[in-house]
């Protein structure tokens, strides 16, 4: 009797503590925070990154805690080695990485400046095949002055959501999440609004519907610490676009943003004490490396995207695992240092695109092109070649005036930090004396001069660069290679580097 009064008791202890820790519920809400993924592989010889690793990882905080989201802030459907291959015909464009997102659970993506670098029908195809919702709260489709959401399948796609978590009892806490997205890929089928404003508009709608406001963003940080000083009222921004991990607060507002291509990935506890009605973030940086198991759905989906790219790279004269060479000095093909200064790996891609070219005597490309924000060293295979240079493109020959070339690599020193900074072969830069030289020559502005560039370079889309396009009256001669002759390596900057390396070595 005496015991089963003491379990008795026991048992009303219990409950009782349970009730009272019920009452002041802190209610945690996870979210697996990973931006600019462009890759669906891992990096470094598989050291780092690979989605089916994040996999993995969203279902074992899944397991812990089923209040778990996982979000992708922009910057995936774009650039990418694997989706410039053909499969079935048609460029893959991004659809391996919508495929490989699906498998994985993603729940929320929204646009970052990459998702506008298709034409207006990819973009629609790679939105449909999502089985993710996208948000988005400044960004609208214009059809021809016709300002309306973008759609997703059936549905426009929402400006916002309100994620509602069990608290207690039939209580939920009401969390609200906007999506801003920064300005720079201004394709004629979009339409930006003030991120600010938009944050503004949708706050004053949803205000008494939440009870806290958070935002994943895609802009600078710069732009995100302006928006968290404009809008106190979020509390907390998940972000991407810069590509390296930070973790910064302005006033009361938390911003974070992981490494590029799931190198790692934030893991954020919001803990909302629903009495005291307080948020308070707890986040961890998780690097994605050998650690971590690959989940088997997810890994199946890659592989096959894999095959198939691989076997359209052969059909376009690649031959992706060969090896090319070894390097034992690493190539920096780093984005922090492609963007402000001339590096290895650029006078690597120059001397290779010079020593394809039939009439040139220099060579110059735009810096955004290297896209593998990583050292190549150790064994070189034509797929790290691919996934250094993933747009490809062909070489083009130009003869041009001296005036045109310096206003060329002007524009290039005026866009230091940023895609359109220009690397170089050939040419030679005096930073004291602010001069350019060519061949120990100065460079004269009624001479003319043979340069070998990369064919995005006239299309007049480079940062700062609207008056370099194939008809100003600068260039004099253009030189383009033939584009259904094999032998002709100008046909793809790939293939030129690739050969360049194999001589080299
Ligand atoms: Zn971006």
């Given at each position: 009797m005496f015991k089963r009064a003491a379990l008795l008791y026991k048992l009303t202890f219990l409950f009782l503590f349970t009730c009272s820790i019920q009452y002041a519920k802190v209610v945690d809400i996870v979210f697996l925070h990973m931006n600019?993924?462009?890759?669906i592989t891992p990096l470094e010889g598989g050291k780092y990154g690979g989605l089916s690793r994040v996999a993995e990882l969203r279902k074992q905080l899944l397991k812990q805690n089923p209040n778990t989201y996982t979000v992708l802030p922009g910057d995936f459907i774009s650039p990418s080695a694997l989706g410039t291959a053909e499969f079935e015909g048609k460029r893959i464009n991004g659809a391996q990485m919508i495929d490989v997102l699906n498998t994985l659970g993603l729940d929320f993506a929204m646009f970052g400046?990459?998702?506008?670098?298709?034409?207006y029908e990819v973009l629609q195809d790679r939105m449909d095949e999502s089985k993710f919702e996208w948000i988005s709260s400044n960004v609208y489709h214009d059809q021809n002055g016709l300002r309306q959401s973008f759609r997703r399948i059936d549905h426009p796609i929402p400006q916002y959501v309100i994620l509602k978590i069990p608290s207690s009892g039939k209580k939920m806490v009401r969390v609200g999440m906007i999506a801003l997205c920064i300005d720079?890929?201004?394709?004629?089928?979009v339409y930006y609004e003030n991120s600010v404003d938009a944050g503004k508009r949708i706050y004053s709608e949803i205000k008494d519907s939440i009870d806290f406001l958070i935002a994943m963003t895609h802009l600078t940080i710069q732009q995100d610490k302006e928006l968290a000083a404009a809008m106190?009222?979020?509390?907390f921004i998940m972000g991407g676009h810069e590509h390296f991990n930070m973790y910064v607060t302005q006033d009361e507002t938390i911003i974070a943003k992981a490494d590029a291509n799931a190198k790692s990935v934030y893991v954020h506890h919001l803990l909302?004490?629903?009495?005291?009605?307080k948020l308070k973030i707890e986040s961890e940086l998780k690097t994605i490396d050998t650690a971590i198991k690959n989940d088997g759905a997810t890994s199946e989906t890659v592989n096959k995207w894999v095959d198939r790219a691989f076997s359209g790279f052969r059909s376009k004269?690649?031959?992706?695992?060969?090896?090319v060479t070894t390097l034992n000095e690493p190539l920096d093909g780093l984005e922090i240092n492609n963007r402000f200064y001339e590096t290895n790996l650029g006078k690597v891609i120059g001397e290779a695109m010079y020593s394809v070219?039939?009439?040139?005597t220099a060579a110059i490309f735009n810096?955004?092109?290297?896209?593998?924000?990583d050292n190549l060293m150790g064994e070189i295979s034509q797929y790290d070649i691919i996934r250094t240079l993933p747009f490809g493109g062909k070489i083009i020959e130009i003869e041009v005036t001296g005036e045109l070339l310096l206003k060329i690599l002007n524009t290039g020193i005026a866009n230091?930090?940023?895609?359109?900074f220009l690397q170089y072969y050939g040419i030679q830069y005096d930073s004291s004396s602010v001069s350019w030289g060519f061949n120990g020559h100065g460079i004269i502005e009624t001479d003319t001069y043979n340069i070998a560039v990369s064919d995005?370079?006239?299309?007049?889309?480079e940062q700062n660069m609207?008056?370099?396009?194939?008809?100003?009256?600068?260039?004099?001669k253009i030189l383009e290679p033939q584009?259904?002759?094999?032998?002709?390596?100008?046909?793809d900057i790939r293939l030129a580097l690739i050969k360049y390396l194999k001589e080299k070595k």
């Open positions: 600019d993924v462009y890759e400046n990459h998702e506008f670098d298709y034409k720079v890929n201004k394709q004629p089928y106190p009222e979020i509390k909302y004490d629903t009495k005291r009605k004269g690649f031959e992706p695992n060969e090896i070219s039939r009439n040139s810096s955004g092109s290297v896209r593998i924000d230091r930090g940023s895609r359109g995005y370079l006239l299309t007049g889309m609207s008056f370099l396009k194939r008809d100003n009256p600068g260039i004099l584009a259904d002759d094999k032998s002709d390596l100008r046909n």
